[in-house]
């Protein structure tokens, strides 16, 4: 799941504080899962039973291991740095000088909130300044954390009228966990978060329909700091604290124990030999790891190392193979049953059960699998690749008999979740299955215990980023909710549409797809959801969808967009992350990334355009028809769609069974485009029409020619 890459950490005297810590945030997460069944739960201990002080104790050890991991990664300034630096200037300000009526802090107080800033923003400017202020900002991370301890009943009840002191240390752990953000993610979402939190100071500058109501200092404060689920510990921060830490510490421990390798070996074992076979290896290790991470970038530098030599065998043009890499990476984010951060957010916004999310999820995944195939599969035969086989050490089908094992934890997780238990109980009964896996088979069984502990510090390691990111995307929630700005937004996206659900759709899409190229993929579905949902969601109801329905396939239209950011230039970590081992630019792969499998980003427009369209997703149309009528609108919409992304992949490629020439390719790719589109009389008709196209030597042409 990890969002960003990490950096290696010498083995000194802080480096091993630094791994103490990360190991203990891992066992005091696992230890929540059994405590209602250990004799502490009588003890009625806040730090281990109080739902907001749980994430305010994962918070803190987010930021007491990420100050320090940080502390060894390159500090460098950028115009980013500047960025951040400038609007962080605007809370400062208001928080040294008060403008509100009634509002006077003490010296003291300023002077606290002037020290948390310095720590947490300074070093952008001034890299040399890093290293101090890391080591200070772990000590002063510790404040804020045994305050709320302390006056957590008194705070609940003050959240509109704070006290000076409850503004100091939410002024502080804001900045605190922005200056995470900009040291281990860059300085985009930061500078969000402080523009979101500028227009709630300065709403009523702002032109025409954005125009707002000024907010004071005092009220953003002490809403953030001490609100139980609309401040920085609400729902969204809940997520990393409840779900993401789990997971993982799943994906830490399995890398830690060596199973990954076995996983991938699997994928290899199920594939021929054949020209296809390093696209096809690549596909399948990247729903196999997706099933266990859940990360795009991780997963893509998993998998390029992995296939690196069989695309090198083979012959395949380097950013050919580094795009395909970069795609079948970032399938991760959206294969069941593990799935990105996002899907943890949309099943707490929806309050709907997590399994329903994995399931509308399914569909998807396979298609997307359906479009890197298709286009390796024509690309492979185009280029006239030589046939490539993976040596295993045994047969093929010995090796699938002898290690499909390693897919029963997952099955476990399944099996629990559809059985009502919580996600973290099934993800953490899953991470002792495979260490009980791993231990009890002899070609498996790892060295001492040392990968354990192994494990929970790579797995806590893997969520600083992302239970950062996540607590800035709690921040910009509760900003926007406080401005009322997601009123005002859908509002103007309704007006700006012409109340067309298609233009409406693909203004969100564009917009989607910009946001992410600066802020990690769950930033942007939290910024996409609050601002655009509500209007796309009126207008699918207007166009007969069923609320429900509209809902549903609405989330997951703004989930699945906010995912191809991490596969499209300029900023693609996906990308990054396979052009690192490739050897590639990063740029030019992002740009060949977003080539392969292109009816990727076709693919979610039609999960809300009509009722059919939210067949891809299952569950809206089981809701809402006859099991009979639903499941065969469901298997003729994922027929359909298939085939349409074959005959996209056919004409992005140019190839079918003989080269295209370039009328063809427009016109398949138009015929494509009326199979993706619900109906079914344009899907016969495009479908018929395409079949000539894939007939050798229809037009007197021959590969040779």
């Known amino acids: 799941m990890a969002e960003a890459p990490t950096h290696p950490i010498p083995d000194t005297p802080l480096a091993r504080l630094a791994r103490l810590l990360l190991v203990l945030g891992a066992l005091y997460s696992l230890y929540l899962v059994l405590h209602p069944f250990t004799p502490l739960a009588k003890a009625e201990i806040p730090l281990l039973d109080i739902v907001q002080l749980q994430r305010s104790t994962h918070v803190l050890f987010l930021l007491l291991g990420g100050y320090l991991v940080a502390f060894y990664a390159p500090a460098r300034r950028t115009f980013g740095s500047w960025l951040f630096f400038l609007l962080s200037l605007l809370p400062l300000y208001n928080f040294l000088f008060p403008n509100v009526p009634g509002v006077s802090l003490p010296l003291a107080v300023k002077l606290t909130g002037l020290l948390y800033w310095g720590v947490a923003v ?43 002191w409850d503004m100091a240390m939410s002024f502080g752990l804001i900045m605190l966990v922005l200056g995470l953000v900009y040291r281990l993610l860059g300085p985009v979402m930061p500078a969000l978060v402080l523009f979101f939190f500028a227009y709630n100071l300065y709403a009523d500058l702002f032109p025409g329909a954005l125009r707002g109501t000024r907010q004071g200092i005092d009220l953003l404060l002490g809403k953030t700091f001490n609100e139980t689920e609309a401040g920085i510990y609400g729902l969204i921060t809940g997520v990393s604290a ?170 476990l997780i399944i099996a629990l979740l559809y059985l009502g238990y919580e996600v973290r109980t099934a993800a953490s009964l899953a991470l002792v299955a495979f260490v009980l896996l791993a231990y009890l088979d002899p070609t498996l069984r790892p060295k001492g215990f040392a990968p354990i502990l192994q494990g929970l510090e790579e797995g806590f390691r893997t969520l600083l980023p992302i239970g950062a990111a996540v607590t800035a995307a709690n921040l910009i929630f509760a900003m926007l909710v406080i401005s009322g700005l997601t009123s005002k937004f859908s509002q103007l996206l309704q007006q700006v549409s012409g109340e067309s659900l298609l233009l409406a759709t693909l203004l969100t899409a564009v917009f989607s797809l910009i946001l992410g ?90 999960f809300l355009l009509t009722y059919a369209g939210t067949a891809l997703l299952v569950v809206p149309v089981l809701e809402h028809s006859p099991p009979g009528e639903a499941w065969s609108l469901i298997l003729w919409r994922v027929l359909a769609v298939a085939a349409g992304i074959v005959y996209f992949s056919a004409s992005g490629v140019g190839y079918t069974r003989r080269p295209l020439r370039r009328w063809e390719a427009w016109a398949l790719g138009l015929l494509g485009l009326g199979l993706l589109t619900p109906h079914p009389l344009l899907n016969l008709l495009s479908f018929v029409l395409g079949l000539p196209f894939f007939a050798r030597g229809l037009t007197g042409r021959t590969r040779e020619a």
């Not at 890391?134 to 006056?151: G, I, K």
């Not at 050897?583 to 009816?599: I, M, S």
């Open 242 to 411: 409840k779900y993401l830490v789990y997971f993982t510490l799943l994906s830490g421990m399995i890398s830690a124990l060596g199973l990954g390798r076995v996983v991938a070996n699997l994928a290899m074992a199920l594939v021929g030999k054949s020209p296809a076979t390093p696209g096809r290896v690549t596909g399948l290790a990247g729903v196999f790891m997706g099933m266990f991470s859940g990360s795009g970038a991780a997963d893509t530098q998993f998998v390029a190392t992995l296939t690196k030599p069989l695309y090198e065998r083979a012959g395949y043009d380097r950013l050919i193979a580094a795009g395909i890499v970069a795609t079948a990476g970032t399938i991760a984010i959206i294969t069941p049953p593990v799935l990105g951060s996002i899907a943890f957010i949309m099943a707490e916004i929806l309050q709907i059960p997590y399994l329903k999310v994995a399931a509308m999820a399914v569909v998807p995944a396979l298609l997307y699998l359906t479009a890197i195939l298709s286009f390796n599969e024509f690309y492979a035969r185009k280029a006239g690749l030589p046939p490539v086989e993976t040596p295993l050490g045994m047969g093929r089908r010995a090796y699938v008999l002898r290690y499909s094992t390693i897919f029963l934890p997952i099955l």
């Open 122 to 164: 300074l070093p952008a400017l001034l890299p040399r300044l890093r290293r101090g202020a890391d080591l200070l900002a772990v000590l002063l991370a510790l404040f804020p954390t045994l305050y709320q301890l302390r006056y957590f009943e008194e705070l609940v009840y003050r959240a509109v009228l704070p006290q000076p």
């Open 517 to 606: 190229m600066g802020v990690p993929p769950t930033a942007t579905y939290v910024i996409t959801s609050a601002l655009t949902a509500p209007a796309i969601i009126a207008l699918a109801k207007q166009n007969g969808i069923p609320e429900s329905a509209a809902i549903l396939a609405t989330h997951m239209f703004l989930f699945y967009y906010a995912t191809l950011a991490d596969v499209t230039p300029p900023v693609a970590l996906s990308a990054y992350a396979a052009a690192s081992v490739f050897g590639t630019d990063p740029l030019r792969t992002g740009v060949y990334a977003a080539r392969v499998a292109l009816a990727k980003y076709l693919i979610g427009f039609f």
